[in-house]
């Protein structure tokens, strides 16, 4: 778009006022940008004079206005030779922004627009005695030099040092400046190129929504033609900036403004839609096509076909692929990739591979995409073997399979328990150039760990380390929860604090795990300890975690700890469950007396189960008797 001229104006646009003479001069002073629009203050109240007086006075001034116009346009006609300071120093306290104004609307020697620029910015390094100029004379000097293509880039420049100081919700002020500047301007050249250099500088300066407001206030003034570029220039960057402006509702009004409509700008905005979710809003972008002359490409199809299959409308996809071929737009890889993996994702496998068949037979050459997508499918729904036997098709054709890939496949070949050729396959990736990532690791180090192989799990994690690569707390959990079923609670112990030292919280079943590893070795006391430490690291533990506490204490006959723990669960409010009066139940019949029935009498009316309770205290009572 426009090339962004600095500006030389920078903060000399205006200067201390101050009359203190060498320091207060070279000190730059900003003053607030609402003092430019103050109108000059009004000469005193003059005595009446006769009308003939008053004429004379005005031909006077005007006379002397006159002069100042030609005694500058002298001086800048003959600055390449004479200083612009030397020739205006006598006439400069004089100089005031309206005469900066005529100069630019009346050019009585028609200087060229580059030597007024010059100046313009020379006034802004000279105030005072320059007055200094006003939003008016800005955007006079900015209409006056959008009139000249070759001057558009200044013009451009202008708006957006004043866009700089007025910042957000500006545009009705610099509009209203602007329409002032073209009453008072005698230029013939239609002025819709300022406002192409306003709209432009808007969306530069990032201030999109005045970049808009200043489009629907041309588009309001049906004198003055809509500057179709800066609007494409804007709905670019509307497109591009992840902003809440209503990219749509603006296309269609550009478009209402004579915008040229491509499909290309309709696929987009679908495009977008459709990564928000939003399948709803890209269906009325795509039947806008044609309402404009135009006609959907295989491009418009394939992006709200692909945007119904990721939110699950399935069938509307496949209608979308009818009408498609009904309007002999020929379906291509793209379409067909998406239906497979909409398909394989709802677990439709058997369709998704006749759907890959059809493709094949209609001459379409799968890319590694569609083989990614249907791989995948197959590994997550068990038909390893069908994937294997389409992953060594792809490589048969030239595929170079990428990381997902390899992923999907050691995620099936791990969850069908082939650890040997999960393995295999991530040093065949390592062999071909790929890096394991922490998916791949994390998911051998979870599957060897629910085969039972807790040593090659960990290592996988040595490994991992060793290739840089950070254990998260899927890796983590995984490997706690081998280790205690493995029964090396300890480990399983060393590995939950490696966990808490790498910044990860473990969740209850993680901390369950674990203190059930102890409580099962009889260290009931580390699990009251583990309790202690999650419920300081902001965790409310639930009933599970209390049952198995309660199972713990039971196992090594500590009834009355038992009674206690159950007492405690009712003053925390963790409401005692079947698995809980179970446990106590079964505690008090392998380890209980006969004083353990008034306990039996309270807890009756809680166990839901009465046929088992019943037999459990008739169990309890034969033991007690045969003792």
Same mark, same amino acid.
């Given at each position: 778009?426009?090339?962004?001229?600095?500006?030389?104006?920078?903060?000399?646009?205006?200067?201390?006022?101050?009359?203190?003479?060498?320091?207060?001069?070279?000190?730059?002073?900003?003053?607030?940008?609402?003092?430019?629009?103050?109108?000059?203050?009004?000469?005193?109240?003059?005595?009446?004079?006769?009308?003939?007086?008053?004429?004379?006075?005005?031909?006077?001034?005007?006379?002397?206005?006159?002069?100042?116009?030609?005694?500058?346009?002298?001086?800048?006609?003959?600055?390449?030779?004479?200083?612009?300071?030397?020739?205006?120093?006598?006439?400069?306290?004089?100089?005031?922004?309206?005469?900066?104004?005529?100069?630019?609307?009346?050019?009585?020697?028609?200087?060229?627009?580059?030597?007024?620029?010059?100046?313009?910015?020379?006034?802004?390094?000279?105030?005072?005695?320059?007055?200094?100029?006003?939003?008016?004379?800005?955007?006079?000097?900015?209409?006056?030099?959008?009139?000249?293509?070759?001057?558009?880039?200044?013009?451009?420049?202008?708006?957006?040092?004043?866009?700089?100081?007025?910042?957000?919700?500006?545009?009705?002020?610099?509009?209203?400046?602007?329409?002032?500047?073209?009453?008072?301007?005698?230029?013939?050249?239609?002025?819709?190129?300022?406002?192409?250099?306003?709209?432009?500088?808007?969306?530069?300066?990032?201030?999109?929504?005045?970049?808009?407001?200043?489009?629907?206030?041309?588009?309001?003034?049906?004198?003055?033609?809509?500057?179709?570029?800066?609007?494409?220039?804007?709905?670019?960057?509307?497109?591009?900036?992840?902003?809440?402006?209503?990219?749509?509702?603006?296309?269609?009004?550009?478009?209402?403004?004579?915008?040229?409509?491509?499909?290309?700008?309709?696929?987009?905005?679908?495009?977008?839609?459709?990564?928000?979710?939003?399948?709803?809003?890209?269906?009325?972008?795509?039947?806008?096509?044609?309402?404009?002359?135009?006609?959907p490409t295989a491009v418009s199809f394939n992006t709200l076909i692909n945007g119904y299959c990721k939110s699950g409308s399935l069938e509307e996809g496949f209608r979308l692929k009818r009408v498609m071929e009904g309007e002999r737009v020929f379906p291509d890889v793209f379409t067909f990739s998406a239906l497979i993996n909409g398909l394989c994702k709802e677990g439709r496998v058997d369709e998704a591979n006749l759907l890959f068949d059809e493709m094949c037979e209609r001459g379409l050459v799968p890319n590694g995409v569609t083989f990614t997508a249907l791989i995948d499918g197959q590994c997550k729904n068990g038909k390893i073997d069908l994937a294997l036997r389409n992953f060594q098709m792809m490589l048969d054709r030239g595929i170079k399979p990428d990381l997902v890939l390899y992923?999907?496949?050691?995620?099936?070949?791990?969850?069908?328990?082939?650890?040997?050729?999960?393995?295999?396959?991530?040093?065949?990736?390592?062999?071909?150039?790929?890096?394991?990532?922490?998916?791949?690791?994390?998911?051998?180090?979870?599957?060897?760990?629910?085969?039972?192989?807790?040593? &090659?799990?960990?290592?996988?994690?040595?490994?991992?380390? +060793? *290739? $840089?690569?950070?254990? @998260?707390?899927?890796? /983590? =959990? !995984? %490997?706690?929860?081998?280790?205690?079923?493995?029964?090396?609670?300890?480990?399983?112990?060393?590995?939950?604090?490696?966990?808490?030292?790498?910044?990860?919280?473990?969740?209850?079943?993680?901390?369950?795990?674990?203190?059930?590893?102890?409580?099962?070795?009889?260290?009931?006391?580390?699990?009251?300890?583990?309790?202690?430490?999650?419920?300081?690291?902001?965790?409310?533990?639930?009933?599970?975690?209390?049952?198995?506490?309660?199972?713990?204490?039971?196992?090594?006959?500590?009834?009355?700890?038992?009674?206690?723990?159950?007492?405690?669960?009712?003053?925390?409010?963790?409401?005692?469950?079947?698995?809980?009066?179970?446990?106590?139940?079964?505690?008090?019949?392998?380890?209980? &007396?006969?004083?353990?029935?008034?306990?039996?009498?309270? +807890? *009756? $009316?809680?166990?839901? @189960?009465?046929?088992? /309770? =019943? !037999? %459990?205290?008739?169990?309890?009572?034969?033991?007690?008797?045969?003792?």
């Amino acid at each position: 778009m426009a090339t962004t001229v600095k500006p030389k104006l920078s903060s000399n646009l205006l200067r201390s006022s101050s009359s203190s003479s060498s320091s207060s001069s070279s000190k730059i002073m900003t003053v607030p940008f609402s003092s430019w629009f103050k109108p000059p203050p009004l000469p005193p109240s003059l005595p009446p004079s006769p009308p003939i007086s008053k004429h004379k006075h005005k031909d006077k001034d005007k006379n002397k206005d006159h002069d100042i116009l030609f005694t500058i346009s002298e001086a800048i006609k003959a600055s390449q030779t004479t200083p612009l300071h030397s020739s205006l120093k006598r006439i400069l306290p004089s100089i005031t922004p309206n005469h900066v104004i005529n100069l630019i609307n009346l050019n009585p020697l028609s200087l060229p627009p580059s030597s007024l620029l010059s100046f313009f910015h020379f006034l802004s390094s000279h105030s005072p005695p320059f007055r200094g100029h006003t939003l008016l004379s800005y955007t006079s000097m900015a209409l006056f030099l959008s009139s000249h293509h070759h001057m558009f880039p200044h013009a451009h420049s202008l708006f957006l040092f004043l866009i700089s100081r007025i910042g957000h919700s500006s545009a009705p002020q610099l509009f209203s400046s602007i329409l002032r500047s073209i009453t008072t301007h005698h230029s013939k050249n239609e002025p819709f190129l300022v406002f192409d250099a306003l709209i432009t500088a808007y969306t530069d300066s990032g201030f999109l929504s005045d970049a808009i407001h200043s489009f629907r206030l041309v588009r309001e003034e049906h004198k003055f033609r809509v500057p179709l570029r800066a609007c494409g220039y804007l709905f670019d960057h509307m497109m591009k900036l992840k902003s809440n402006l209503d990219c749509w509702g603006f296309f269609l009004e550009i478009l209402d403004c004579g915008y040229p409509p491509k499909v290309y700008n309709f696929n987009v905005l679908m495009h977008r839609f459709c990564k928000e979710g939003d399948v709803t809003n890209a269906r009325l972008v795509f039947d806008e096509i044609p309402k404009r002359g135009l006609r959907p490409t295989a491009v418009s199809f394939n992006t709200l076909i692909n945007g119904y299959c990721k939110s699950g409308s399935l069938e509307e996809g496949f209608r979308l692929k009818r009408v498609m071929e009904g309007e002999r737009v020929f379906p291509d890889v793209f379409t067909f990739s998406a239906l497979i993996n909409g398909l394989c994702k709802e677990g439709r496998v058997d369709e998704a591979n006749l759907l890959f068949d059809e493709m094949c037979e209609r001459g379409l050459v799968p890319n590694g995409v569609t083989f990614t997508a249907l791989i995948d499918g197959q590994c997550k729904n068990g038909k390893i073997d069908l994937a294997l036997r389409n992953f060594q098709m792809m490589l048969d054709r030239g595929i170079k399979p990428d990381l997902v890939l390899y992923n999907a496949l050691i995620n099936g070949l791990c969850k069908v328990g082939d650890l040997k050729e999960a393995r295999k396959v991530m040093d065949e990736m390592s062999a071909g150039g790929l890096k394991p990532d922490k998916i791949t690791f994390t998911t051998l180090i979870d599957g060897f760990c629910k085969d039972g192989n807790v040593e &090659s799990a960990l290592e996988i994690k040595k490994r991992m380390i +060793e *290739k $840089g690569t950070e254990l @998260d707390d899927v890796a /983590y =959990t !995984a %490997l706690i929860s081998g280790l205690c079923r493995d029964g090396r609670v300890h480990d399983a112990e060393r590995m939950l604090r490696d966990m808490l030292n790498a910044g990860f919280k473990p969740d209850d079943p993680t901390y369950n795990m674990v203190i059930d590893g102890f409580c099962k070795k009889g260290d009931v006391k580390m699990g009251f300890k583990l309790l202690k430490e999650m419920q300081g690291d902001g965790h409310v533990p639930g009933v599970v975690t209390y049952n198995v506490l309660m199972n713990g204490l039971c196992k090594q006959g500590q009834m009355k700890n038992a009674k206690m723990l159950l007492d405690a669960m009712h003053n925390l409010g963790v409401v005692p469950d079947d698995i809980t009066f179970n446990i106590l139940l079964d505690g008090h019949c392998k380890h209980g &007396s006969s004083d353990d029935f008034n306990i039996f009498n309270s +807890e *009756k $009316g809680l166990v839901t @189960d009465y046929a088992s /309770y =019943t !037999a %459990l205290v008739n169990k309890s009572s034969k033991t007690l008797k045969m003792a």
